[in-house]
């Protein structure tokens, strides 16, 4: 029996992750409040008169800056205030789309790596700022991640890979065989759309905001790719929660 382990989301990219213990999924859109927000740098085409997608690079990422692998997360929708915090820097909630500036200015003594100044927090009205253009969620394996960690011979925390939907109960790398696929979860259905390709976020400890670990040269070194995951679109929108059976 497979079953959704845990759920989470990243209302502002790169930084940290909350957990929830049930969301309702919505045809063709992600998991609510993922990756809304994302912190832009002095050299991001991100155009704050016509706001829009654009690829990873324009934003503050842990990919280049592991410093932020420490920030930890979290959104009050009934407030509309982030709380995001950070070994160094404290604790600091605001309300992104009035005094959103204090979170860019905030995170900006560990921002650099990733960028020059100045830093903004922006969003895209009615969209998100996932890594790829279109609408979509991510899936974690725990056998696979236990594979992994076998692998590297080191505790691999699950915040390394940002997923939104973590699972139990299916044989390590069998997520890779749903690919076209869908999957009945809770009240909703899921269509597998691909693999997730790791970069080098997954490589830092968010104990010490230090790098520790080589996942993608682990990956390729053992299986010539660096997938660990999947993506999927929601096909059909419902309740989730944990527990649900994951039905592929």
Known sequence: MILLEEIRRNP??????EVLQSTLLTAGRPIGWDRVWAVTHGN???DDDRPAWVKSRNHVIQSTNPALAQVTCRY???????????????????????????IA?????????????????????????????????SIGNLASLRALEEMAGMKLERIRFRMNLWIDGAAPWEEFDWYGQDIALGGARLKITGRVKRCNATNANPQTGQRNAEIPKLLYERFKHMDFGIYAQVADGGEIKT??????
Do not use: C
Not at 12 to 17: A, M, R
Not at 77 to 97: K, V
Not at 243 to 248: A, E, F, I, T, W
């Open 105 to 137: 200015d905030w995170i900006a003594p560990i921002a650099a790596p990733s960028g020059p100044p100045p830093y903004r927090i922006v969003s895209v009205p009615g969209g998100n700022l996932h890594d790829f253009e279109d609408t979509h969620l």
């Open 76 to 102: 009050n929708e009934a407030a509309g205030e982030l709380t995001l915090s950070h070994p160094d820097l404290g604790e600091i909630t605001a309300n992104p789309a009035i005094n959103g500036q204090r």
């Open 44 to 46: 991001s085409e991100f």
């Open 243 to 248: 527990g649900d059976m994951v039905s592929p």
């Open 12 to 17: 502002v990219k790169g930084l940290g992750q």
